[in-house]
């Protein structure tokens, strides 16, 4: 059998790394092969059922996995991809996601205060300015001035 606990992982530590395991269980005897995709990227030195991975650039970054077991096709072989997880680093405030505080956050923000867009995690973590857990107009009253410092 084959399981995933995927997850989203969110953090704005900077540089820190963290794992990501495949909680991947096959109890036959035909060889498991993992292959980590990060970005759509197959990372060639990651065999194993975890992966590690820094957290240094700004941004939502996505992780999958798919696992092979067995070599013989249509015979077999059975392949399962795990769920995608999902990372990365933001600056508070930066939901434009570009790297830097500025005057596009504030539009952006308030587009999603009025309803025009979605935020995704990373984003949501970003905008929250007063860690209250809810994005709404003291958040784009603190950018505003942190962007007047």
């Known amino acids: 059998n084959y399981t995933t606990a995927g997850t989203r ?3 704005n530590s900077e540089n820190a790394a963290f794992t990501v395991s495949a909680a991947a269980n096959y109890s036959g005897t035909d060889a498991v092969k993992y292959q980590w995709y990060v970005d759509g990227a197959l ?24 696992v092979t077991v067995g070599d013989i096709p249509y015979f077999n072989t059975k392949f399962f991809e795990s769920e995608t997880y999902t990372y990365g680093k933001y600056i508070s405030g930066n939901v434009s996601m570009n790297g830097e505080l500025g ?21 949501k973590l970003a905008a929250d300015m007063n860690n ?9 009253i603190s950018l505003k001035k942190a962007l007047a410092k």
Not at 43 to 57: C, R
Not at 103 to 123: C, M, P, Y
């Open 132 to 140: 209250d857990k809810e994005i709404d107009i003291r958040d784009l």
């Open 43 to 66: 990372i060639e030195n990651e065999t194993g059922a975890n992966i590690t991975l820094d957290n240094s650039t700004v941004g939502s970054h996505t992780v999958r996995l798919v």
């Open 103 to 123: 005057a596009e956050d504030l539009t952006v923000l308030r587009k999603n205060i009025l309803g025009v867009n979605s935020f995704d995690e990373l984003q």
């Open 9 to 11: 992982i969110s953090s």
